[in-house]
């Protein structure tokens, strides 16, 4: 993809020009800053240097296209090599319009987007355009509406110019053939070569009208598309340059590319009607003055008046759409939070409370849909009513004042004021899109002010340190308050009026880091403990300069390396993963597998290293999720290896080995930073740093530290009891065998303070899909341990490219939306309200007519005298004055109508998208985790966010005109038709030739509009990964390989995205030389039936028939693009036919006993289990009896089946065969919530969500605050929640990082403590958290769950020596199962086997 842009460039001083995107920067220092700086580093790009172009160069390429016609095929993109003619017509676009007709087209298929259009060439012009506004006006008082505007001010001036012209020539030369055409038959005789003359010239202005605006509109679409692809571009490569989140979600990123882009366009598109339409309205002001004097002046000040009443409307519609899209951020960031979670949300059947959450926000959020749909309804409607009450005040104010009218007067009048129309019509459009597209770039605007991170450019002044700290303090900043767009401008506007308030460091930082002093020599291994929030994770962050340095100094020498506690991992396959587009070196990969203990996996992978790893990595362990992780460190062969307890989530043996072979053995020469909980480690780091409060306590080598019996000592001590090794059996082992566990892989934030801020770093979540040409779109149905087995059979194809759909948008669909409306019989009636209005509007002009004919015969007066005179003028009439309140009485009644019409629409219509939601959002969250799994989570969201706002906004919009318009046309054909009864017979070939440009027209559009829905998954799912592994990026340095491929993505997304706009216009244009013929048929019926036909009639046919120019095309566009937006609708109404629910929530007559299970005996009888059919059984034929109160730990290899049996447990997968028995009761007879509800689960994975602590612990407020209290004290967090503010309505941001790992996990203890279940699963839940705790945890569980049945599932073998029962799984099957000290007995038992592992780590750590 070429960078050269097609489009004009900004001059800048060369002097200051330093090569960069970015002006010449100033030296770094250390002083804390506030937001970015006069030289942010998102500016400072690997563009090339800016060379001026010359005329030519600039806009050469824009001169070719005024060649008439071109033969050169030069450019991929056929748009790029058509002419003046072909641009006008859009005939380069014909061959896709056929062979959307002939097939269904895919992406593929369409061209590659033109390099003048492509978002790296407009972002790089972009960048400029923005440093120089930057530089001009310093960062505060830049604005990127400025930069917008410099960015398309010369196609924006065209555009301008060209409109202008189109709507003079068009309406205003209309208006005036009008009034030639009827001067002519009223006062002329007839005469053949001034009949052709005016009929070529109406012909000649209709053309006009036509080709301008063709042109005005493919100037603007891709004007449009362009600045959306630059702001966009922009605001991402901010992104992976910020420091941390702040107050931003991933959704509402995600809603910022997908809304707020829209609106972008859409400035683009209708922005310069607000330079033509006013124009247009001053010509037909005068034009009218000039015809009926001040009536006509009056006249036209009802459309003056009307603006101010209009542009009220918009502003009002405007306030209650932002209202509206601030509270959808809010729903697509709780339905983004509930589909990452909603694992957990089904283990502890909290789906009511969720639901209940969304249905609050969905209803507040229609209530704003509601008030702005109605106020643009009324715009909309009320709009061209405005023509016909100027026309009757003026044309009755004239009248009855005693005045002669000619019908040439008063149907130029109409044909005048219906020219106006299109001002009243297209200017709110201007409106509304410069208004609502102002404030998404503010929203843009507040992340680009967000703090940018700055990689450490200071060297250690020892050349031998790779890392060197000195008295450094270190802190994250404060969260702001989240603002909505009110807010947002008000705070703008305060900011310019008293200036920008300064902070303090306290006010905006608070510290985590305390007097840290730190060198790390170049290839030393230094270990880093600590207990819970101690500042392990902040000490990497800080490292990696994610946090500020508030004081002191930090210095780099070397390129990072990162593994964090929760393994980023992408979309795509093993391999891809590993090399993380590095190139391909056989050696050193292969000795990364070797390292990493990858192959064994590999080998039981079904497509080997090709095997594609789903989104979230849900179809690989969360070891082989972290060895993966781990495998990418290695291979990326950095200078620096940040290691962030890693080994967390590896059992026992598969943590000696990487501890040996990588750490130990592959990285050996390279500087590591090795933080663990895992202390038998330690013993072999040169050296050990120990942690506490945010403050570095204790450094120095394992015996030193022993021997100091300091904090260090302590910490060793608890975790070993024993300072001789003792025998193996089961009470030494189980005091003193300390193991390594599968813990919880979490994201690289910091966890030492509760009050630090979101990094955006490595997530679980990550989503990043490719297209075809990289990474695939996949996710895969899993639990954490044995979904090795889930592709087996699938060729490592684990989900399908999602359904693009074809043909039609069925009559089922509209059926379906009429149903959720509220029926048949009430679409009926708003269907009958819109032919009432048009019905009536109709017959005010027809009302007209008759009046100007009846008056236009001899009238005789008889005066006071007697004496009898006549006249042919309507004033002369003795019933004038009836008919004038006819006239003026029909038009009160059409108002009426017309607001009856929009509110019953409205309702209708929103009643339908808030069934269509509520709906398919139960339809999606009852069913079973298999679609979770094998579904991306961008792919639920678009259906949720972009989907439902077509539904919501778009679709019923654009219906309502379409339906308003469409009714308009045929009464107007209708009554030309009534005046001309030959016109019937011209109009059929015309209709043929109307239904074949149809139909071609609507199938390609319909199929564009799919392609675009599907290649916008993928792009938000880029954004969503790339937000969650921000830090992961900035340590790899891998900030352009992401943004190569989002503006790929949106490449990818935006050409079809143009092809469907420029679709619609090509249609247009040939539906408008339809139009033309119709005008030029009625122009020439008029002048041949000369003297045959009342000029009254003759008006009424050719007003009706000048009408049309220009609402045919839009209206044949509209019902295309309804359609097309309806293919939303169609994809919302598939998840309600097609996704199949879980069992039912509560099934009556099933219901257990409400003290059930009163003693927690849990029987699997016969038990088999397969994740999805065609695949392998996971767990075969498990016969096993968990007795009341028991205490059964679980234990196993990767893939064994353990995770699988706890999920089974929960019925989040049904069996193949058997069942689960508790307490005498089966379960698979009984609802999912009557089940769910009496278990509980301690996830290996702590999951917290936004709201604040209460809500977290009890979302259905089931708990006084004394027990939840308890349950936080028996948790050792009580101290932790009441120093927070607000206590248990403290904030919880999302994903809970506002919190370290480690409360998480103890939180997610709290939660189970709770329920007080009778059967409690956990699942490696303390594998975050220190020995010290852990130790206090371990007591915890004994002591508060003694009476329930605890099922343990472990790699760390001394969290289930004490259990009464092991059960050791292999490969879905028992291998044994019996009490610790029977194992142990059993020398080449499996259990055995894997003590000896325990026994050689901590061996380790007492030599």
């Known amino acids: 993809m070429t960078s050269k842009s097609g489009g004009t460039q900004a001059d800048f001083p060369e002097d200051d020009w330093d090569g960069s995107v970015g002006f010449k920067s100033s030296s770094q220092g250390n002083k804390p800053t506030r937001g970015v700086t006069e030289d942010p580093i998102y500016l400072q790009n690997d563009y090339p240097p800016y060379k001026k172009k010359g005329f030519w160069e600039k806009y050469g390429p824009c001169l070719e296209m005024l060649k008439p016609i071109r033969w050169s095929k030069r450019h991929d993109c056929p748009m790029d090599d058509a002419g003046f003619l072909s641009t006008l017509f859009f005939t380069w676009q014909t061959s896709l319009i056929v062979k959307a007709r002939k097939h269904d087209i895919e992406a593929e298929d369409i061209w590659p987007i033109s390099p003048y259009d492509s978002a790296n060439a407009q972002a790089e012009r972009f960048e400029r355009i923005w440093s120089a506004e930057v530089k001009k006006k310093g960062h505060r008082d830049a604005t990127l509406s400025s930069a917008s505007l410099s960015f398309v001010k010369t196609r924006y001036i065209w555009s301008c110019i060209v409109l202008t012209i189109s709507f003079y020539c068009g309406h205003l030369g209309d208006a005036m053939m009008v009034s030639l055409i009827m001067n002519y038959i009223e006062f002329y005789e007839k005469n053949t070569s001034i009949a052709v003359g005016l009929c070529c010239l109406i012909t000649v202005t209709e053309l006009f009208r036509a080709l301008g605006t063709a042109l005005a509109w493919h100037l603007n679409m891709r004007t449009g598309v362009r600045l959306r692809g630059a702001c966009l571009s922009l605001v991402f490569k901010k992104l992976t340059r910020l420091r941390n989140l702040q107050d931003q979600s991933i959704g509402q990123f995600v809603n910022l590319c997908a809304n707020d882009g829209q609106r972008i366009f859409d400035a683009c598109q209708f922005g310069s009607f607000i330079v033509a339409g006013p124009l247009l309205g001053l010509g037909i002001i005068i034009l009218a003055s000039a015809f009926l004097g001040g009536w006509g002046l009056l006249g036209s000040l009802v459309f003056i008046f009307f603006y101010p009443c209009q542009l009220g409307l918009a502003r009002l519609m405007t306030h209650y759409r932002k209202l509206a899209i601030e509270v959808t951020d809010l729903r697509v960031r709780k339905m983004n939070e509930m589909i990452i979670c909603v694992k957990l949300i089904k283990m502890y059947a909290w789906e009511l409370s969720f639901s209940k959450s969304i249905a609050a926000i969905r209803d507040m959020e229609r209530k704003y849909l509601t008030k702005a749909a109605f106020v643009a309804s009324v715009n909309l409607t009320v709009s061209p009513l405005v023509c016909v009450v100027a026309a009757v005040i003026c044309i009755t104010g004239f009248i009855l004042t005693g005045n002669e009218i000619s019908s040439t007067q008063a149907f130029t009048i109409v044909a005048l004021y219906n020219a106006m129309r299109y001002t009243v019509a297209t200017t709110p459009f201007a409106v509304r899109g410069l208004s609502e597209s102002s404030v998404a770039l503010l929203r843009m605007k507040l992340i680009l002010d967000m703090t940018d991170y700055l990689p450490c450019m200071r060297k250690p002044k020892n050349p031998k340190n790779a890392i060197e700290i000195k008295n450094a303090t270190f802190a994250w900043e404060k969260q702001e308050e989240i603002l909505d767009d009110e807010e947002l401008l008000q705070r703008q506007r305060d900011e310019k009026k008293f200036g920008i308030k300064e902070k303090t460091l306290d006010e905006m930082y608070d510290m985590v880091l305390h007097d840290i002093n ?121 200078d620096i290896i940040l290691l962030d307890d890693p080994l967390s989530a590896v059992d026992a043996h598969v943590g000696k080995h990487l501890f040996k072979q990588l750490i130990r053995g592959a990285l050996r020469g390279k500087t590591i930073l090795f933080v663990t909980h895992q202390l038998q480690y330690l013993s072999q780091c040169d050296e050990v740093l120990v942690m506490k409060e945010g403050r570095i306590v204790e450094r120095g080598a394992h015996e030193n530290l022993m021997k100091k019996d300091g904090e260090y000592a302590f910490l060793i001590k608890t975790h070993y009891s024993d300072e001789e090794e003792p025998p193996v ?84 669909t509209y059926k379906r939306y009429f149903q959720y409306a509220g029926g048949y019989c009430a679409m009926f009636w708003v269907f009958m309200l819109f032919i009432f209005v048009i019905t009536i509007q109709t017959f005010v002009n027809t009302w007209l007519s008759l009046w100007l004919d009846i008056g236009s015969q001899n009238n005789t007066i008889i005066g006071d005298d007697g004496e009898v005179t006549y006249c042919s003028s309507p004033h002369c009439q003795e019933d004038v004055y009836g008919f004038a309140y006819v006239y003026c009485a029909a038009v009160v009644f059409l108002v009426i109508i017309a607001l009856m019409k929009s509110y019953s629409y409205v309702t209708a219509t929103l009643r339908a998208s808030t069934n269509m939601h509520d709906i398919v959002f139960v339809k999606v969250f009852k069913s079973p985790m298999k679609f979770f799994d094998t579904t991306p989570s961008g792919r639920i969201i678009n259906r949720f966010s972009k989907d439902l706002d077509e539904m ?456």
């Open 952 to 1407: 919501d906004v778009r679709a019923p919009f654009m219906a309502e005109n379409m339906i308003q318009n469409l009714l308009a046309i045929i009464f107007a054909l209708i009554m030309i038709g009534i005046v001309f009864p030959l016109f019937f017979l011209c109009l059929i070939p015309l209709l043929c030739l109307f239904f074949v440009i149809y139909i071609y027209f609507r199938v390609s559009v319909r199929e564009l509009k799919r392609v675009e829905n599907v290649t916008r998954s993928p792009w938000f799912s880029h954004i969503s990964a790339s937000a969650l592994g921000v830090s992961s990026i900035h340590a790899f340095e891998r900030e352009k390989d992401f943004e190569e491929r989002f503006k790929t993505l949106m490449d990818n997304n935006s050409m079809p995205f143009l092809m469907f706009n420029l679709g619609m216009r090509w249609a247009a244009i040939r539906l408008d030389m339809i139009t033309l013929t119709i005008t030029v048929l009625t122009a020439i019926f008029v002048c041949l039936t000369h003297g045959n036909l009342a000029p009254s009639y003759a008006g009424l046919a050719l007003s009706f028939a000048v009408q049309n120019a220009g609402v045919f095309q839009i209206t044949v566009r509209l019902m295309a693009e309804v359609e097309a937006r309806f293919t939303s609708g169609e994809r919302i109404i598939q998840y309600v036919d097609e996704l199949y629910e879980e069992a039912p929530a509560i099934i009556p007559g099933k219901r257990p006993p409400s003290e059930w299970p009163k003693y927690g005996r849990v029987q699997f009888i016969d038990f088999s289990m397969r994740y999805r059919e065609n695949l392998p059984l996971v767990l075969k034929n498990i016969n096993l009896d968990f007795k009341s109160e028991e205490k059964v730990g679980i234990v196993g290899r990767t893939g064994s089946g353990k995770s699988s049996l706890g999920l089974s447990l929960f019925r989040m997968v049904e069996p193949a065969d058997g069942y689960i028995d508790i307490d005498g009761l089966n379960c698979h007879e009984m609802g999912l919530y009557d089940m769910r509800s009496k278990l509980s689960i301690i996830p290996q994975d702590p999951v917290l969500f936004i709201g604040d602590v209460r809500y977290n612990l009890d979302p259905f407020e089931k708990y006084s605050d004394k027990q939840i209290w308890d349950a936080l004290e028996k948790c050792f967090m009580k101290k932790a929640i009441q120093s927070l503010e607000g206590g248990l309505q403290a904030t919880v941001v999302e994903n809970g990082e506002n919190f370290s790992v480690g409360e998480r996990q103890l939180l997610c203890m709290a939660r189970a403590l709770l329920r007080n279940s009778k059967v409690l699963v956990l699942d490696e839940a303390t594998a975050a958290i220190d020995t010290e705790t852990d130790s206090l945890i371990q007591t915890t569980i004994r002591e508060a769950f003694k009476d329930c049945t605890m099922l343990t599932i472990a790699h760390r073998l001394n969290t289930v020596l004490t259990c009464d029962r092991i059960l050791v799984m292999s490969d879905g099957e028992v291998e044994e199962f019996d009490t610790p000290s029977a194992l142990i007995a059993k020398p080449n038992g499996m259990f055995a086997g894997m003590l000896k592992a325990a026994e050689s780590s901590k061996r380790m750590v007492k030599n």
């Open 729 to 812: 059996d089961l009470e030494e082992l189980a005091d003193g065998g300390t193991l390594q566990r599968k813990g919880s892989s979490v994201r690289s934030r910091s966890s030492t303070s509760r009050s630090r801020k979101r990094t955006g770093s490595a997530s679980r979540r990550s989503t990043l899909h490719e297209d075809a040409s990289g990474f695939l779109t996949v996710a895969d149905p899993t639990d954490m341990d044995d979904s090795a087995n889930l592709g087996k059979g699938l060729d490592g194809k684990l989900t399908t490219k999602e359904e693009k759909g074809s043909g039609s948008v069925g009559g089922h």
């Open 518 to 638: 730190f060198e790390l020599p170049k290839g030393g291994l230094i270990g880093v403990c600590g207990g819970v929030g101690s500042g392990k994770t902040s000490l990497v962050s800080a490292i990696i300069n994610q946090l500020e340095c508030i004081s002191g100094s930090l210095a780099i020498d070397g390129k990072f390396a990162l593994a964090t506690q929760q393994a980023w991992i992408l979309n795509g396959t093993v391999k891809n993963n590993i090399l993380f587009d590095t190139p391909y070196d056989k050696k050193r990969y292969q000795t990364a597998l070797e390292a990493c203990c990858l192959k064994p996996d590999l080998a039981i992978l079904p497509n080997g290293e090709e095997t594609e790893i789903g989104e979230r990595g849900l179809n690989v362990s969360g070891g082989q999720k972290q060895r993966v992780s781990l495998a990418r460190t290695y291979y990326t062969d950095r």
